[in-house]
């Protein structure tokens, strides 16, 4: 597998560029709720919806933003070996289809989800999927990797939806889900999956009223 490799200055050069990114292909970054506080001693998981190409870009910059931990991305291994430099801002790599890579994968997420200076972000889903799809697909991963591990972790659902509205470019919308401790998924994962579809139908029905309560890009939400 390959491991993250943070790099200082492709972190100061890349967090600014995908801002300008985000604005230069979308009119508005949208929040519909707070963010939530997370535990400070505990380590924290970030488990976005996967609906696009753009997700580690939405995901990253709201956790830059809201928690700024040592941050650590799940990819597709084939997709990291294209964008090697997402390594040096904290990409690592799995093979789903290898159990081996899984195996060296899962103990690599362990190790860094003991250290509450981090945050870890994987996609339960494990592939794109439509937004409208209905029901995702949520694999067991995450609650394979939480099992039998020595600390606790907080788990938070993000949820992301690109909408067209009355602008020539699409806006993203945002929602935080409930935090969940670790030990509570491992014992009933079904928690998990119903806060997670949760979560995105608040988000649906927030996009399809315009209820939002702040634009990333500083711009007015009325």
């Known amino acids: 597998m390959i491991k993250a490799d943070h790099n200082n200055i492709a972190q100061f050069l890349f967090y600014p560029y995908i801002k300008w990114l985000m604005k230069k292909h979308f009119a508005h970054f949208y929040l519909v709720n707070e963010p939530p ?6 380590s924290l998981l970030l488990t976005p919806n996967h609906i696009s190409w753009w997700d580690g ?35 690592y790599s799995i093979k789903q289809e290898s159990i081996k890579s899984f195996l060296e994968t899962r103990a690599y997420t362990r ?5 509450s200076t981090n945050s870890v972000i994987v996609y339960p889903q494990g592939e794109i999927e439509d937004y409208e799809k209905r029901p995702l697909t949520i694999k067991k991963g995450i609650k394979n990797i939480l099992q039998n591990i020595n600390s606790d972790v907080t788990i938070l659902p993000i949820g992301f939806k ?13 929602r935080f889900g409930m935090p969940m401790q670790s030990s509570l998924l491992t014992n009933n994962f079904s928690v998990f999956e119903n806060e997670f579809h949760n979560n995105l139908e608040l988000l649906s029905d927030a996009v399809q009223s315009k209820k939002f309560i702040l634009d990333l890009f500083g711009k007015d939400t009325k």
């Open 162 to 174: 690109i909408q067209f509205h009355n602008e020539m470019k699409p806006v993203i919308a945002a």
């Open 111 to 115: 190790e860094l989800i003991s250290q």
């Open 37 to 42: 506080k997370v535990i400070e001693d505990s």
């Open 57 to 91: 870009f939405f995901i990253g910059h709201l956790e830059k933003k809201y928690y700024n931990r040592k941050v650590h991305i799940m990819m597709l291994e084939e997709q990291l070996k294209n964008f090697w430099f997402f390594s040096k801002v904290g990409a």
